[in-house]
């Protein structure tokens, strides 16, 4: 068995970064940029007003200046403001040529053509310089995830078309004779595929594009059927079937169809029956069934996966450290993922951590993460956790 960073360190030698591609601005947000993108213009693109007011050459309280025209958002003003003279402008609006300052309307009186500077003026010229906020062939670097933020930013930039990375497309296998699809009506002895729809929102979340596959049944031809139908994705991920027992088909039957294993279990608690390798040209994780050790895995492993896919950095899930609220006997020799909810800002472990209680894991607000046979630790003590809310 191998531990949890090993089985990463596999993972992320499996994942290769995905092919760019190129997208219209308004759905680049989210997507992670593939390359560096520079501004084709400066902006402003002149010097331009910051306030509503005049553009003078120069101002002194009690001045008399004759209005000569105006300079508005989109439409500038041709000539040039001498001594003595003031052009109406607004925010936004080219600064005139000859003008040296803007005087804040607030701080002159007008009558007709004239402006009277009254005797509050202060110093602040309100003139945003041309390329002030930024210049042609200013940058973007590749490798961020794009926010709303960067998409104004491109668009000022005049970035229409923002080449990002592929989305990965994940196919999701879930097998199981048991198991039937949320809405339908389950036999006597049939329970609802859940872990599934919980990874197919986890890899949404993550900038995946999930495919639900049909279930497969526990045989080798269903089983056969599924991967065919997964052919094209860049990761294939299986749910259940992953231990040794007579029905285990993924562990049992992959091999055959073409599953290249790279590795099988890891020292973890829930999640241990993991497995991990290439089938044909995608990469391939086989998840236990149980559906709190699925969802465990998919934070920590399929997470930092698909980050790797997207050419994120490949690290592991970003820990948080709290302190505890209760005290947490011995670790036994697992690295064990422990589900946990905040009360009045410490961590505490809920009582049970048996793997298929979905209950637990939907009330939890984050996984106490504790190393191989970790000393007991007490109230107060402050502890590693994956935030999972
Ligand atoms: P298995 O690894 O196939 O033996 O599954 C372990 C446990 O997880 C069994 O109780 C299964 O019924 C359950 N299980 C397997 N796959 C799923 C799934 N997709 N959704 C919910 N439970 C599952
Ligand atoms: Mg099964």
Not at 63 to 81: C, K, T, W
Not at 274 to 290: D, H, S, V, Y
Not at 316 to 331: G, I, K, T
């Amino acid at each position: 068995m191998i531990s949890v960073a090993e089985a990463l360190d596999h993972l992320f030698r499996l994942a290769r970064p995905l092919d760019t591609e190129t997208v219209p601005l308004l759905e680049a947000h989210g997507r992670v940029l593939a390359d560096d993108v520079a501004a084709t213009r400066d902006q402003p693109p002149f010097d331009g007003s910051a306030m509503d007011g005049y553009a003078v050459a120069q101002a002194t309280p009690g001045q008399r200046l004759q209005v000569i025209g105006e300079s508005a958002a989109g439409h500038g003003f041709a000539g040039a403001v001498g001594p003595g003279q003031a052009v109406r402008i607004f925010t936004g609006a080219p600064v005139p040529s000859g003008a040296e300052r803007i005087v804040i309307q607030e701080d002159v009186h007008r009558d007709g053509d004239w402006i009277t500077i009254g005797d509050r003026l202060d110093s602040n010229p309100y003139i945003r310089p041309a390329g002030g906020d930024f210049r042609v062939g200013d940058r973007i670097k590749a490798g961020r995830v794009l926010g709303p933020n960067d998409i104004a930013l491109m668009a000022a930039m005049n970035i229409a078309l923002v080449p990002v990375m592929r989305r990965p497309v994940v196919a999701l296998i879930s097998t199981g004779d048991e198991l039937v699809m949320p809405g339908e009506t389950p036999g006597p002895d049939q329970i609802i595929a859940s872990n599934t729809m919980g990874l197919h929102a986890l890899m949404r979340d993550l900038g995946a594009v999930p495919r639900l596959l049909p279930i497969a049944r526990d045989n080798e031809a269903s089983l056969k059927t599924a991967f065919e139908l997964a052919e094209g994705a860049d990761l294939i991920v299986t749910i259940g079937g992953a231990s040794v027992g007579d029905y285990d088909v993924v562990a049992n039957i992959a091999p055959q169809l073409g599953f290249d294993q790279t590795f099988y279990k890891v020292a973890m608690r829930p999640g241990k029956p993991l497995m991990a390798g290439r089938f044909g040209k995608a990469m391939m994780i086989g998840l236990p069934g149980n559906p709190v050790s699925a969802m465990v895995c998919g934070h920590v492993f399929i997470a930092p996966v698909i980050r790797a896919l997207l050419g994120l950095p490949a690290t592991q899930a970003p820990r948080l450290r709290a302190a505890l609220a209760e005290d947490l006997p011995q670790n036994g020799p697992r690295e064990h993922y422990m589900r946990a909810r905040f009360v009045d800002g410490g961590l505490v472990a809920f009582g049970s951590q048996d793997s298929s209680l979905l209950s637990i894991l939907g009330e939890a607000d984050a996984l106490i993460v504790r190393a191989p046979k970790d000393a007991p630790r007490h109230a107060g003590d402050v502890v590693d956790y994956l935030p999972i809310r």
